[in-house]
């Protein structure tokens, strides 16, 4: 037998997870308000967002679809406003960004953070303020750099020293003084997963402060007039359900502040604990309320700069998934529905991978449920799969849906808003779907759903 493969047993496909399957819910058509919209409910059986039945929006829009409820979005906005009142808080544009969350971000006075120059395009080209942007990423392009100086980006986050020199040279070019941030990693091990992890020493981004290398950058950054720098920056990672993370984080950015005035005499007014806050995507899941975990980082900055010596720095977070995640589902319909014997039904459904790889690529777990109507029948332990050229195609791994499920039904997967519409794909030259903000009873596209015509643009 080859010492490279081995062979496919009729346990083989439960590599990942769990080996026991879940138990099955008490109730199969219960919408859990901790990870649907906020306007989520059943009318008549079926599913409804922003007062939206989902059969409207399949019939309207077309299946696959991402849903957004607009309603829910600019509620977590103004709960982040809100409870850290006082402190800056960015929306993290990776998460999900489109021209009309720029818009949703300028009513509700959020900041931003962008990470390429095609996310500082999508915020300037709806005149979104740049004071208010700030400028992340471990590799920014000498023409990232230059459009983040000549639009007067408000904070760059430097995150090596080849780019504080490149940006040092860009500036005085340019006749700029951009206001920076050293990214320090911190060491913090974030109880996630390895992928989404991003304080410890091993990895791409940041500048080590257990090896000297952030306090190296404050250095060449003070040394260069061309620079101004205002604070430190740390994210410790994604999906992050606890503040002792961001404890242990501040206490070290802490000690770095002190060695910086010691050796500079510099008090550094800034520090921002980026993002990373998880949401729940199953029952067993559990959010950080919004005011607790605002109240739990100012008290913990607060108390360990008093402890430093120092003045309390002004406070920034990055939110990015909490604000947008919950807030999203994605619609699908059913076609091809497989029982294999003994094990689970795969449900093949009209999309997959391309709308959301976030399960392929990190183990990532779901809730979804039967939305275009509601059932009694018993339930069926099944995968939810799509018809892409990979076994690893999966978007639900082990759930149940009712037993009476056939082809045409609407599946509904929630807490989609973050991370799936940014991370889709033309994988098999699939589309990529519509997005469509519901409100009020009312929907409206706000990213049009990818045509054949666009799948071919550009090909000689």
Known sequence: MSRFAHPAGDRHAEMLPQERPPQAPADLNRINPAIWPRTSSRTDGALTVGGVDVRDLAREHGTPLYVIDEDDVRSRMRD???????????????????????????????????????????????????????????????????????????????????????????????????????????????????????????????????????????????????????????????????????????????????????????????????????????????????????????????????????????????????????????????????DVEGLRTYVSIDGGMSDNVRTALYGAEYTAVLASRSSDAPPMLSRLVGKHCESGDIIVRDFHLPSDLAPGDLIAVAATGAYCRSLASNYNYLPRPAVVAVSGGTSRVIVRGETEEDLLRGQL
């Not at 091990?189 to 981004?205: G, M, P, R």
């Not at 952030?214 to 990672?237: D, N, T, Y």
């Not at 950080?288 to 605002?294: G, N, Q, V, Y």
């Not at 309390?312 to 497989?338: A, H, Q």
Request: glycine share 12%; with cysteine.
């Open 80 to 338: 982040y406003a809100t409870a850290f009142a006082g402190s800056e808080v960015h929306y993290a544009g990776k998460a999900f960004l489109c021209k009309e969350i720029v818009r949703w971000l300028i009513d509700e006075g959020l900041g931003l953070d962008v990470a390429s120059n095609g996310e500082l395009a999508v915020a300037l080209s709806v005149g979104f303020p740049p004071e208010r942007i700030t400028m992340h990423g471990n590799n920014k392009s000498t023409a990232e750099l230059t459009r983040a100086l000549e639009a007067g980006v408000g904070i760059i986050v430097v995150d090596s020293f080849d780019e504080i020199a490149r940006l040092g040279y860009l500036a005085e070019q340019h006749g700029k003084r951009p206001k920076v941030m050293v990214r320090v990693t911190t060491g913090v091990e974030a109880h996630t997963h390895e992928f989404i992890a991003t304080a410890h020493d091993d990895q791409k981004f940041g500048l080590s402060l257990s090896s000297g290398a952030a306090a190296e950058a404050v250095r060449r950054i003070l040394a260069l007039p061309q620079l101004q720098l205002v604070g430190l920056h740390s994210h410790i990672g994604s999906q992050i359900v606890d503040t002792a993370g961001f404890e242990v984080a501040a206490r070290r950015l802490a000690g770095l502040l002190v060695q910086i005035k010691e050796e500079h005499g510099v008090v550094l007014p800034e520090l921002d604990l980026g993002g990373g806050y998880g949401i729940a995507y199953v029952d067993d899941d559990d959010a950080p309320d919004i005011k607790e975990l605002a109240d739990g980082l100012r008290e913990i900055v607060t108390k360990v700069c008093t402890d430093a010596g120092l003045p309390v720095p002004r406070l920034t977070v990055e939110p990015g998934r909490t604000i947008v995640g919950p807030g999203g589902i994605t619609l699908y319909e059913v076609g091809t529905i497989k």
